[in-house]
């Protein structure tokens, strides 16, 4: 449990409750930032204020935090950010604990055996 978490005042509260619906929003998603340059990017937990973690893409691309929140589009749609993807060449979403739980397994899809 982090600092703030033990915290009761209403900013304390607000910022836990940002943190708690951004992760799970961007849950097994890419993200896709608003603006003119529409890239998808992988999606990296980073340390936010007071412990608290905020999803961001994982090319560590600058971002205003407080903008991403709830204006960044978490998609489906494959990762196509060139610093993303040198990171790790898997365009898919990948399985990050968010919240302390098993991770889900990672299926395959192709053919399957009759």
């Known amino acids: 449990m982090t600092a703030i978490e033990r915290r ?5 509260l607000l910022l836990k409750h ?3 619906r951004e992760c799970a929003r961007f849950r097994n998603r890419n993200l896709r930032q608003p603006g003119a ?3 998808v990017h992988a999606v990296e937990l980073r340390n ?3 412990g608290l973690k905020l ?5 560590h691309q600058p971002l205003d935090a407080l903008a991403l929140a709830g204006r960044s589009e978490a998609v ?3 990762v196509d950010c060139a610093k993303c993807l040198s990171r790790n060449p898997d365009p898919f979403a990948p399985l990050t604990v968010v919240d302390g739980g098993q991770l889900a397994l990672k299926l395959e899809t192709g053919d399957s055996a009759e």
């Not at 009761?8 to 304390?12: A, G, L, M, R």
């Not at 999803?55 to 090319?59: L, R, T």
């Open 55 to 59: 999803p961001s893409p994982a090319c």
């Open 76 to 78: 489906t749609a494959l």
């Open 37 to 39: 340059r529409r890239r």
């Open 8 to 12: 009761s005042d209403p900013t304390s």
């Open 48 to 50: 936010w204020i007071g």
């Open 18 to 20: 940002m943190s708690e």
